[in-house]
Nanobody, 121 residues
Framework: QLQASGGGLVQAGGSLRLSCAASGRTTSRYGMGWFRQAPGKEREFVIAIRRSGGITYADSVKGRFTISRDNAKNTVYLQMNSLKPEDTAVYYC?????????????????WGQGTQVTVSS
């Protein structure tokens, strides 16, 4: 089970760090991704890390968002800097059992419940 947390309300230009904690799973074994879904829009890929540590980004967040793991805490983090109003969405974490990362949501095996991020202008 994945539990996403850390969302909130922040002004444009600010930062937030989201956490994705896994219970009953070892996140270091999995490819881990973050997606987001804004009202009225489809869920979109944000960033992902594969088991080997490689990272891939959506162009819209490159240079602003980073992803990292704390294997001791079985947690993956999404650090979001220089936030923009268009980053407002519900953010979801996901895990793929084979350890790879994917940009398509259907490639992931497990999902967290989502955490709301709101960026005010």
């Amino acid at each position: 089970q994945l539990q996403a947390s850390g969302g909130g309300l922040v002004q444009a230009g600010g930062s937030l760090r989201l956490s994705c904690a896994a219970s009953g799973r070892t996140t270091s074994r999995y490819g881990m991704g973050w997606f987001r879904q804004a009202p009225g829009k489809e869920r979109e890929f944000v960033i992902a890390i594969r088991r080997s540590g490689g990272i891939t980004y959506a162009d819209s967040v490159k240079g602003r968002f980073t992803i990292s793991r704390d294997n001791a805490k079985n947690t993956v983090y999404l650090q979001m800097n220089s936030l923009k109003p268009e980053d407002t969405a519900v953010y979801y974490c996901a895990a793929s059992e084979n350890g790879y990362y994917y940009v398509y949501s259907w490639e992931y095996d497990y999902w967290g419940q989502g955490t709301q991020v709101t960026v005010s202008s």
